[in-house]
């Protein structure tokens, strides 16, 4: 993937150097695939790493059907999770924004296909030291991910005790001595029908502007840790 503006190139470059093993940390599940977004802004902090496990048939299927979403506001309206009321929006608003989703061809079925394409996801933050602001900056977007994740050195972890990252529910990803691996494990949870609306979104932005990576498959990525 391409550098990103404003980042440090010895963290682009661990980056770069954990991307092609990606497989061997985060199992897409049967018949998904992973995609991979870089420095997207989620709404709530900006990730070095979105990690989407996806049908790509599901995938393509609801890309042509031209139902898109303008805010994360609007994927909380659409959520039956989140009362009238609730969206953090003004009732006239809300109520506004509903009509027009409604009107574009969101309804109750479509609501529930669409949230179904996004099976897993991971946001991750890469860090080469100062691990706790790492960890305020995860906490930030950890709501809208199943799992989350810092990716950081070995030595980063020194000082850092696994019940801090516990206390977040956020994990660690370092390079071992033969892989990398989970050194401190993100417990997973599923994502509101809210954020997995917005998380298909935001795919479906960076598919359009050629943003996205998609790991291919390794004897190593066959044996994923899960």
């Given at each position: 993937m391409k550098r990103r503006v404003g980042v440090p190139i010895q963290e682009q470059e661990f980056v770069d150097a954990f991307l092609p093993e990606l497989g061997q940390v985060i199992a897409p599940g049967a018949g998904r695939k992973l995609f991979v977004l870089q420095d997207v802004d989620v709404s709530m902090g900006r990730p070095d790493l979105i990690v989407l496990g996806c049908s790509p048939s599901a995938l393509d299927w609801f890309s042509s059907q031209g139902l898109r979403l303008s805010s994360y506001a609007a994927a909380r309206v659409l959520?039956?999770?989140?009362?009238?009321?609730?969206?953090?929006?003004?009732?006239?608003?809300?109520?506004?924004?509903?009509?027009?989703?409604?009107?574009?061809?969101?309804?109750?079925?479509?609501?529930?296909?669409?949230s179904s394409i996004v099976a897993s996801s991971v946001g991750i933050e890469a860090?080469?030291?100062?691990?706790?602001?790492?960890?305020?900056?995860?906490?930030?977007?950890?709501?809208?991910?199943?799992?989350?994740?810092?990716?950081?050195?070995?030595?980063?972890?020194?000082?850092?005790?696994?019940?801090?990252?516990?206390?977040?529910?956020?994990?660690?990803?370092?390079?071992?001595?033969?892989?990398?691996?989970w050194t401190v494990p993100s417990v997973p949870r599923r994502e509101s029908v809210a954020s997995r609306l917005w998380l298909l979104e935001l795919l479906l932005r960076e598919q359009a502007r050629d943003g996205v990576y998609t790991p291919s498959r390794s004897r190593k990525a066959s044996i994923a840790l899960r």
């Open positions: 959520d039956p999770a989140v009362p009238q009321g609730a969206s953090g929006l003004s009732e006239s608003y809300e109520r506004r924004l509903g009509l027009e989703l409604a009107q574009s061809g969101w309804n109750t079925k479509s609501v529930k296909r669409a860090k080469l030291r100062e691990i706790p602001r790492a960890l305020r900056q995860v906490a930030r977007f950890r709501s809208l991910f199943g799992r989350a994740a810092i990716l950081a050195p070995v030595r980063s972890n020194d000082a850092i005790g696994a019940s801090l990252f516990a206390s977040y529910n956020i994990g660690l990803i370092q390079p071992t001595s033969n892989a990398w691996a």
